[in-house]
DNA sequence: CGTTTCGTTGAGCGGGGTCAAACGACGTGG
DNA sequence: CCACGTCGTTTGACCCCGCTCAACGAAACG
């Protein structure tokens, strides 16, 4: 698999982390650790990053791009746990296996960090135990979260809300390109492509968006809201 | 609310941890730290522990008895995010108020912890802090496989595989009391009590288990297994 | 251009939901 | 001790949301 082909042009083992990253754990996570500096790293489209059963050697930060992790049954059905946008992180796992597959949604840049290092880092500097600590304390509530998503919602509920937090995470502004596929939507929704496909129809029908060609989307926040109505 | 009434014989305000902990968290969190000792108390069946919105000032371990959280919409449908028996940790919050409500199924004695106190520990001793995460982290991991139940699986593979999850941390003899209702397994699962009940009676006419009276049953664990296949 | 992949739309079906009734295990009071 | 009410569970009848199968349109790519 060959990794950097499709990304944009400039340098591809690029240096330090100028992308805009102002997301989710706020200034930086392992700001306060100097010595913990990430080996940038690129990947293409459908690049895999890690795959499910592998060593965990690594964890890694988001600078450009989207990543999504997954898990699957042996018949074939997928369920995506989570889309990794810029600034967050991904891959911690409690065992010395990965227990998901993680892959680029696009041409991704990525820092990677040794996982013995942030371990061992970690048993001895606590502020960066903590920091590890209430990371995966959010993406817990993230779960949970999605966890009364699939449980209890309905289709249309469960892409209304999918497309607020995508907006929420892209910037807030209500107009944005999808970086994922209706197949990646349908997989993480707990829903088949024809009833994504179909839903967005109707939520552009019932005047809560715009198509605005390819996966470009505009949203009328406040519909939106009226349909997920917690 | 009345507190420890319904609960069986002894003292109430029990001192000490001499229930059967040997579950998860291994030979008992913050073992490694004797100046966190938690606060016993007890809780009657159906009683809250906490509710959603309310000041997360405490964490709690469960002793004895079972516990549920859940979180709630508007409109009464409820996802039970996890069930929590003896040996057990509940009640970690990112942010400073609960997401979750948490409730007694039974009588049911935890010790909580101050979370405060525990958090001030956590940051100058990175061993308890390493603790923390190592925990939040394997919720995390039961919260992604609870994900793939929940969007990807039918009714009698939700119910299966809820049936063997339940045997084995009950210590996995394939016979056992369920210590919940339909409701809350129907909750936990995504689905009615209708097709709780229903898919039981199935499993029983397939011959992958046995009505024992009550809330008791017996497993065939092979053929059920079989049902959950991966 | 043809080919492939992705997205949309339609027709029909079925798994699981809804509504309703009855049953059994308890606990309470006559 | 039994009549009665309550609550949890089971079962039946019916229906609908979302899945399946299939065709077609629209980009992306060689």
Avoid: N
């Amino acid at each position: 698999m060959s990794r950097e082909t499709v990304l944009p042009p400039a340098s591809r083992p690029f240096v330090g982390s100028r992308a805009p990253v102002t997301t989710a754990d706020g200034p930086g996570l392992f700001a306060a650790c100097p010595e913990l500096i990430g080996t940038p790293a690129a990947y293409d489209r459908e690049e895999e990053i890690f795959g499910e059963g592998e060593e965990a050697e690594s964890v890694y930060r988001v600078m450009q791009g989207a990543v999504r992790t997954h898990k699957v049954l042996s018949d074939g059905r997928r369920q995506i746990t989570g889309f990794h946008l810029p600034g967050d992180l991904f891959g911690f796992e409690p065992g010395e296996a990965h227990r998901h597959s993680a892959e680029a949604l696009s041409g991704t840049r990525v820092l990677i960090f040794k996982r013995r290092q942030v371990e061992r880092i970690a048993t001895h500097r606590a502020e960066v135990a903590c920091q590890l600590w209430s990371l995966a304390t959010r993406s817990l509530r993230q779960a949970q979260d999605h966890m009364l998503l699939l449980g209890r919602r309905s289709a249309l509920e469960r892409v209304a809300a999918f497309l607020l937090d995508v907006d929420l995470r892209l910037g807030g502004t209500g107009a944005f390109d999808l970086p994922m596929t209706r197949r990646d939507i349908a997989d993480y929704l707990g829903l088949t492509i024809e009833t994504v496909s179909r839903t967005i129809t109707q939520l552009e029908a019932e005047g809560a968006l715009l198509r605005t060609g390819g996966r470009k989307v505009s949203l009328r926040r406040g519909r939106m809201h009226r349909l997920v109505e917690d």
